[in-house]
């Protein structure tokens, strides 16, 4: 038998969350107004775990939630620099969450503005974390940031995010294209920190993209002088042990947004793309198991007065028993009411 942990995502309230117990938690991501209750039960507990706090409000019925990942079995808890992280059999999650207003004196003198300084070091931070842990394969990164479409320094701050990023990578040695994880960027409570968490393996994952969409790293100039720099989806083991990491994912075919004010029409479409990551997955990792009702979303909606037409949505593409958070967050386009991510679809590979 492996000797491989299994990763498992969960949707929790801070209660169920401690009533299952912390030992075998990798990281964990909290929304809103479970941050402070968590980090109290885990001081209580003694238990040293990476908790991101993302200042997203819940949407819907429950209000305190948060994003788990087990590997059922025993980790270890370290740090480097800002970054908090843990690890354990195969897996390593970290986060890293920075101030603007901390760099900003810096930034004033040089060309560069505060968020695109705030990512330059959260990336470099991570990397270094991951060099210092023997280089396991980025699998997945979450980036949340306060007012993603807002304009300063004559450039939209997504784009500022993107910019950073890429020169980040390229100055760790990492690629741009082809080989870059999954990943999402949103828009969060104006005056909160730059916060960025993330998932690496010691086996290395298969790069999914979207024959319906150019791939976000060959987006044309229109959208900024640096593409975005992640993968559609990737992959993790094959057959029935295959996990699927699904990027965040919008109305978008080719590179244009379609369907722009419906908000129930947008998530009709990003249902579409979400299968055909489904299906390439399936053919790359040799499976079918992958099914859109057999994962756990994560569901970004601009304006909350639009929930009951997504909810809809996605309640007559996969049924009742789904796992579904909703979050209140900017996306990355202005154009965009709703974008979704997923997770699962098996156990972590052996």
């Known amino acids: 038998m492996s000797s491989r942990q299994f990763l498992r995502l969960e949707y929790v309230t801070s209660a169920e969350s401690r009533s299952a117990g912390w030992h075998d938690v990798l990281g964990a991501a909290a929304f809103d107004g479970a941050a402070r209750d968590a980090e109290r039960a885990l001081r209580g507990d003694g238990i040293d775990v990476p908790l991101a706090h993302v200042h997203a409000p819940v949407l819907g019925d429950a209000r305190e939630v948060l994003e788990v990942w087990r590997i059922g079995a025993p980790t270890q808890p370290g740090s480097s620099g800002h970054v908090r992280y843990s690890h354990g059999g195969d897996f390593l999650f970290g986060s890293v969450a920075v101030h603007e207003e901390e760099l900003a004196s810096v930034a004033g003198s040089g060309p560069r503005t505060p ?97 319906r969409q150019v791939s976000a790293y060959r987006y ?98 996969l049924g009742t028993g789904a796992a579904v958070l909703y979050l209140k967050a900017d996306i990355c386009r202005r154009d965009l009411a709703v974008e979704i991510e997923a997770a699962g679809g098996g156990r972590a590979a052996e």
């Open 115 to 211: 968020l695109e300084m705030a990512t330059d070091l959260v990336y470099r931070e991570m990397y270094a974390t991951l060099a210092a842990a023997g280089n396991p394969t980025l699998i997945r990164v979450w980036n949340y940031l306060p007012d993603i479409n807002l304009e300063t320094h004559g450039l939209e701050r997504y784009r500022q995010f993107n910019t950073a990023r890429h020169e980040a990578l390229l100055a760790c040695g990492h690629a741009v294209a082809g080989s870059v994880p999954a990943a999402s960027a949103l828009g969060v409570a104006p005056g909160s920190p730059l916060t960025l968490y993330f998932l690496a393996s010691h086996r290395a994952p298969a790069f999914i993209e979207n024959p």
């Open 220 to 317: 044309p100039a229109q959208y900024g002088p640096r593409s975005p720099a992640f993968s559609r989806a990737t992959v993790l083991g094959e057959g029935s042990e295959a996990t699927l990491f699904i990027s965040g994912t919008a109305s978008i075919v080719g590179h244009r947004t379609l369907h722009a004010g419906d908000p129930a029409a947008q998530t009709r479409e990003t249902l579409v793309n979400i299968e055909a990551l489904l299906e390439e997955a399936g053919r790359r990792s040799r499976t079918a198991a992958l099914r859109l009702e057999t994962l756990a979303y994560k569901v970004y909606v601009r304006d909350p007065r639009d929930l009951p037409a997504v909810r809809a949505e996605l309640a007559s593409a």
